[in-house]
């Protein structure tokens, strides 16, 4: 199997499948803080763990771990990643170089498993900014002569029913307003693409105004989310709920001033949206309804 497949096929498990099953088994523990909402903090471990199991027969392990390996830095979990089509996913160029490669933040070494750490001995492996727009939510590095893209994965949280607020995801990608937003997408993610549906939104009011309600959304954490949502479902019905749930979800793409993209979860029909890196869900409010029905993504474009 090749590596972009492993990719595409472990980031298809998303975080409601993993609550699906969560329901299915009906599994609550004492001690279990690692539930699925820090699970999916670790998903990008565990893609980089099934690479290593998985690699090709008659290829080297080395050339594939250099495809995704895993690194924690300055709070976050992120995806070392030299996949075209996972680059260009994100809003950088298909190819990252040394022009890219901007402030030095810190040096790395490999660790035990397949990925990164950080150490404070000069090392061949180093972390950049990237020069195109720094932020939290893309790194440079360089190992030797190659360069990498280092993509956030989510925040390292302690407990599941920690909750971040949403608008610290946007700071991850340099958005500290509205005006860092210049589009706002409604996708469809199949293996290897993704294609926009429904048109997309561009005028400046309209994004100030998403960005202020979305911005304004109570957060919940994943046990406090499960309470409210399926506490009071029957056991044996909690697997359909689950499923119900999940069916619903659309895909709203942002894209910053600087090319960057990122995704928030909707699930229009039960009030929710779930954020992809927060591992936070925020509940809808009469403001966002609104706006989804002024600025309705069947056929609107600007």
């Known amino acids: 199997m090749r590596t972009i497949d492993l990719y595409h096929a472990f980031h298809a498990v998303d975080d409601d499948i993993l609550e699906r099953s969560e ?3 009906g599994r609550r523990k004492k001690n279990g803080w690692l539930k699925w909402g820090t699970i999916a903090a670790c998903l990008c471990l565990c893609v980089v763990g099934a690479i290593s199991i998985f690699y090709p027969k008659g290829g080297s392990q080395d050339s594939v771990v ?16 030299n996949i075209e089509s996972v680059l260009e996913s994100c809003g950088l160029p298909n190819k990252i170089t040394a022009e890219m490669a901007g402030e030095h933040l810190a040096y790395l070494e490999h660790n035990d498993g397949a990925g ?13 900014q990237y020069a195109p727009s720094p932020c939290r939510g893309v790194y440079v590095v360089r190992d030797g002569e190659n360069y990498m893209a280092a993509l956030f994965c989510n925040f390292r949280l302690f407990d599941s029913n920690t909750n971040v607020e949403l608008s ?3 700071r991850v990608y340099g958005v500290d307003g509205a ?28 994004i100030a105004e998403f960005y202020e309600h979305t911005t304004s959304l109570a957060s919940f954490g994943n046990d406090d989310f499960q309470a409210i949502m399926f506490g009071n479902i029957p ?30 979860r909707v699930y229009p029909s039960y009030g929710w949206i779930y954020g992809p890196g927060t591992l936070s869900y925020y509940q809808m409010d009469e403001g966002i309804f609104n706006w989804s029905e002024k600025y309705s993504f069947e056929g609107y474009s600007n």
Do not use: M
Request: glycine share 4%.
């Open 235 to 264: 056991k044996e019905d909690k697997p359909a709920a689950h499923t119900a749930f999940a069916d619903d979800a659309i895909t709203l793409r942002i894209e910053t001033k600087t090319g960057l993209r990122f995704n928030l």
């Open 179 to 206: 005006e860092d937003i210049s589009v706002i997408a409604h996708i469809e993610s199949k293996p290897g693409t993704e294609a926009v549906v429904n048109g997309t939104v561009t005028d400046a009011e309209a």
């Open 66 to 81: 250099q495809a995704i390996a895993a690194l924690e830095f300055n709070g976050c979990y992120y995806e070392v990643c």
């Open 23 to 25: 329901a299915a088994i």
């Open 116 to 128: 990164y750490e950080e150490t404070a001995k000069q090392t061949d492996i180093e972390l950049y």
């Open 168 to 170: 610290e995801l946007y």
